[in-house]
């Protein structure tokens, strides 16, 4: 059965770092499109990142919100099949719940949430003084 696990979310101060994991099982990560999203309460959903299927010879293209690029990084460890985003000088803003999501035709990037087929859980992020 597809799962995805995140975890890793928790308070910080503004400015500092935070690294968010996303554990898959039932697929391999490095076969499906991730992407990172989140919610504040009251907003919509927004796409924050993604990373494209590896294609063999490389581990995929990635593509990032406008309000994180410079500040969040994704990546994807396939021996540990789990996607991480690594987010750095962390703002009021970016508190929400962060959501980790997978489609099976992941080729081409995309932050369109409507494209994602599994979805995790979420895992909290609140960035405060």
């Known amino acids: 059965q597809v799962q995805l696990v995140e975890s890793g979310g928790a308070l910080v101060q503004p400015g500092g770092s935070l690294r968010l994991s996303c554990a898959a099982s039932g697929f391999t990560v490095d076969n499906y499109g991730i992407g990172w999203f989140r919610q504040a309460p009251g907003k919509e959903r927004e796409g924050v990142s993604c990373?494209?299927?590896?294609?063999?010879?490389?581990?995929?293209?990635?593509d990032y919100a406008d309000s994180v690029k410079g500040r969040f990084t994704i990546s994807r460890d396939n021996a540990k099949n789990t996607v991480y985003l690594q987010m750095n000088s962390l703002k009021p803003e970016d508190t929400a719940v962060y959501y980790c999501?997978?489609?099976?035709?992941?080729?081409?990037?995309?932050?369109?949430?409507?494209?994602?087929?599994?979805w995790g859980q979420g895992t909290q992020v609140t960035v405060s003084s």
């Open positions: 999501a997978a489609r099976g035709r992941g080729r081409y990037a995309t932050l369109n949430a409507h494209r994602y087929d599994y």
């Open positions: 990373i494209t299927e590896s294609d063999g010879t490389t581990d995929g293209t990635t």
